[in-house]
């Protein structure tokens, strides 16, 4: 079983000077690595290519998101399990071999995501995917491991290999044939959300997501997007709404109608915690999904629809009405 680790680069030669050495330590030599750089302007490809001679490098013409980017790229990459890998993070010994073993014993399982850890504070598990990813009823993400913004000390509580909903996008395994007949990412996202959108199609085709605690990688998140770019928000919302949109069984209407009531409450949370510049990307997000609703819509008619994507009815409402 042929694997490729994939890392997508825009202008991070400081990212890939930092946590490169630790891929080519860490990846055997029987695997390969490829960097796809998406149009960097800074040298992040010629210093690629003057001291790693092992990274294969697909070339292209632009910064076309972090969807539209893997699309491309992984065209011409022909392993039988890929694995997504950011730029921002750090791999461990013995990283690759357990999820091999997973995917050569379990047929049905077509994504797995390793233990993700904080890299900055390192007992504690990462904020983007954790110990593997829920949504609750109104499409916001969680984690075993973290709750909104409340993020778990590892203590080998989640050291099960278990279903999940999603897998991070930060460390993302998924066999090569499935990402093609599936289309791969969906492109309008641009960044944010696509790997749970991509999830949940597999799910609603009877595929199966899965966590592989024996496997740990260490991520620097925010590296790429900081938490304080008005952008994250702007793109988290939106793709969230295009999500639910496309994919859950809901009464459409009344799943939208709630959501918006929900919405309006964190958007007035964000205003006083983050200020106006976040609170109006919220709404430039639900001015951008109305936009597009109609061609959202059609997706959802024609495709399956059978998962139902949350246990929690509202992990946002439970953490600002009822946290600690």
């Not at 750089?37 to 092992?54: C, E, M, Q």
């Not at 050291?159 to 492109?187: L, V």
């Not at 919302?237 to 809901?250: A, C, D, F, Q």
């Not at 109006?280 to 951008?288: C, E, L, M, V």
Request: include cysteine; glycine fraction near 6%; charge should be positive.
């Amino acid at each position: 079983m042929n694997l490729g680790v994939v890392i997508l680069n825009w202008n991070g030669e400081n990212l890939i000077k930092k946590f490169l050495p630790s891929v080519i330590k860490h990846t055997p030599v029987i695997h390969n690595i490829y960097l796809i750089d998406n149009g960097s302007t800074d040298d992040s490809v010629g210093f690629i290519r003057s001291n790693f001679n092992r990274v294969k490098i697909i070339k292209l013409d632009k910064n076309h998101g972090f969807a539209k980017g893997y699309n491309i790229g992984l065209k011409k990459i022909e392993d039988d399990i890929l694995c997504l890998l950011n730029n921002d993070v750090e791999v461990t010994e013995n990283w690759t071999e357990e999820i091999l073993k997973q995917f050569a014993a379990e047929p049905d399982t077509v994504v797995i995501q390793p233990k993700l850890r904080d890299y900055y504070k390192k007992s504690d598990f990462d904020y983007a995917g954790a110990a593997g990813g829920f949504l609750d009823k109104y499409g916001y993400p969680y984690c075993n491991g973290r709750i909104y913004n409340k993020v778990e000390i590892d203590n080998n509580q989640y050291d099960k290999t278990t279903k999940i909903f999603w897998a991070c996008g930060a460390c993302f395994f998924i066999r090569n044939r499935i990402f093609s007949d599936f289309s791969g990412f969906d492109e309008t996202f641009w960044a944010h959300f696509e790997e749970i959108d991509l999830c949940w199609r597999l799910q609603n085709h009877g595929y199966k997501i899965s966590f592989n605690p024996n496997s740990i990688v260490y991520h620097a998140n925010g590296s790429t997007l900081s938490h304080n770019n008005p952008d994250k928000i702007y793109f988290n919302y939106r793709n969230m709404l295009y999500t639910i949109t496309k994919n859950s069984k809901n009464n459409l209407f009344f799943l939208l109608f709630e959501k918006l009531f929900v919405d309006i409450i964190t958007a007035i949370y964000i205003l006083f915690d983050k200020g106006f510049s976040h609170f109006t990307a919220i709404i430039k997000a639900y001015f951008s999904f109305y936009k597009n609703i109609n061609l959202l819509i059609k997706f959802r008619k024609r495709n399956k629809r059978e998962i139902k994507h949350y246990k929690i009815r509202s992990i946002i409402c439970e953490y600002l009405f009822y946290k600690s």
